[in-house]
């Protein structure tokens, strides 16, 4: 059963319901096609979230889903089709085999974990562009892995909240 590790206390954490997963995916994939402007800089919430599933249960999020969630962002944001799709299968394949080593530190620690792995999702979909389109987007792009791990203690905290057990300990109950 996962730990969750807060301030040297470790918790158990209550089992993760299937349709709570899909539906933070929904809700993040809404939050992505909101009409804000795509700015390169803006932090790509769904990777974000993709990523956390990919991390906490690579069992049931796995580089098929991803995929699939990548088809969507690059049929929504009329980008070259495959270009999310890519960087998001190989951001869950990373995910899933760094899980364990990511798992084992605070959010703080696994926000500088996953840097890097957005850094790549994101130099995977700039070649991706560079490649299909020879434009380059500017080195502000670069900004957004930085935002998307200061986002990752956040959505981290958000999205384990309905795992959590109540601090109000039961001593009959044998968890």
């Keep these: 059963m996962p730990m969750y590790t807060s301030r040297n206390k470790q918790t158990l954490l209550l089992p993760v319901r299937a349709w709570f997963i899909w539906l933070s995916l929904a809700l993040a994939l809404l939050l992505a096609m909101l009409p804000l402007g795509r700015l390169v800089w803006m932090p790509d919430i769904m990777a974000v979230v993709l990523m956390f599933w ?80 020879g434009l380059f987007p500017g080195w502000d792009v670069m900004l957004a892995p930085v935002a998307e791990a200061v ?13 959590r057990r109540a601090p109000d300990q039961d001593d009959n109950r044998p968890l």
């Design 54 to 133: 990919a991390v906490h249960q690579p069992g049931r999020m796995g580089m098929a889903g991803a995929f699939a969630l990548g088809l969507v962002m690059d049929i929504h944001q009329g980008s070259i089709l495959g270009q999310h799709a890519l960087a998001y299968a190989l951001l869950a394949f990373l995910a899933a085999v760094l899980s364990r080593r990511i798992l084992w530190y605070g959010v703080i620690q696994q926000a500088l974990h996953v840097f890097p792995l957005f850094l790549a999702a994101h130099l995977v979909m700039l070649a991706a562009g560079l490649v299909a389109t």
């Design 151 to 163: 986002l990752w203690p956040m959505v981290s905290w958000v999205l384990l909240a309905p795992q």
